[in-house]
């Protein structure tokens, strides 16, 4: 009988998991990692940070399944064995997940929500005048399936939207830009959304080049991951004006150490990575006919 793994570090949730899935795929044996006698049985592991060499320890693994839609958490896995597939998990929940964290943010940066706030603290009536979103230019970093999702929602809200990615994927009414186009997306984008997936080429990129090459008081979003900022960079950008203010979803470390400077930040706005989290329910079913799926596939 077919043997799914799950690994996840939070042992509460692996339970619930592990019960989970049990009931969603009735024909085959779901198991803790823990729980794993028979290496040689299991043929799908589904995990969140699986600890290294683990999956290398699953010879007949057909396929590995992420609990989110980042796969860094895997394959940074220095033995995780070549040719496995992956599989990502977005459901339509967390599409519109983070459609919705992004116009929140994006909004509030374009109507100066920080500065109006900082007004009232002082019961001052400062009145702002702002542009209308067609004269304000937002920049996706990052045109994969979140990416696109947003580009398309800010556009609906009327931002002039544009996006970057390595390919410059053409997506209808969004202006898109290659990596020759870097300097050219970054020159006129006012707030800056990164939407990227954690890779080598990716680590650090949100860095002081990159700033410097925004227009001055321009905004960031950041909720790819931790790893895509360098955050002394982002400091010495507040610090001089260059970046006016940030909104981080993630971090090197998370939970966010308790002595961090970002959480007491005025220009930093932090959430603790919840912009678009993976419903476990509508997320184990997407799972769950992934598994049936690949096996289709994989038999045909
Ligand atoms: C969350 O960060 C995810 O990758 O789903």
């Given at each position: 009988v077919s043997v799914v793994a799950v690994s996840l570090p939070n042992q509460e949730r692996l339970a619930w998991w592990v019960n989970h899935l049990a009931e969603l795929l009735p024909d085959r044996r779901v198991l803790a990692a823990n729980d794993v006698t028979d290496a040689d049985a299991v043929d799908y592991a589904v995990v969140w940070?699986?600890?290294?060499?683990m999956i290398a320890g699953w010879p007949n693994v057909k396929a590995v399944i992420s609990i989110g839609a980042g796969i860094d958490h895997i394959t940074c896995d220095k033995e995780f064995p070549s040719g496995v597939p992956i599989i990502k998990t977005i459901g339509p929940d967390m599409t519109q997940r983070m459609r919705e964290y992004i116009a929140l943010h994006v909004l509030r940066f374009h109507r100066e929500l920080p500065d109006l706030e900082r007004s009232q603290k002082n019961s001052t009536w400062e009145q702002v005048f702002t542009p209308t979103a067609p004269n304000r230019n937002i920049g996706i970093l990052g045109m994969g399936h979140f990416g696109k999702a947003c580009a398309l929602t800010l556009r609906d809200l009327g931002f002039n939207v544009s996006g970057w990615s390595r390919s410059g994927t053409a997506v209808a009414g969004i202006e898109t830009y290659n990596s020759d186009g870097l300097e050219a997306f970054l020159a006129q984008t006012e707030i800056l959304v990164c939407l990227l997936p954690l890779t080598d080429e990716t680590s650090g990129i949100l860095n002081a080049k990159l700033f410097e090459k925004l227009p001055a008081g321009a905004k960031v979003i950041n909720v790819g991951r931790g790893q895509h900022l360098v955050e002394q960079d982002l400091l010495a950008a507040l610090e001089s004006g260059q970046i006016s203010s940030a909104v981080l979803d993630v971090f090197t470390t998370e939970p966010l150490p308790k002595d961090h400077v970002f959480w007491t930040h005025e220009k930093i706005t932090v959430t603790p990575h919840v912009a678009s989290l993976i419903d476990p329910i509508s997320g184990g079913k997407i799972i769950a006919d992934n598994i049936g799926e690949f096996d289709r596939a994989s038999i045909s």
């Open positions: 940070m699986p600890p290294t060499g």
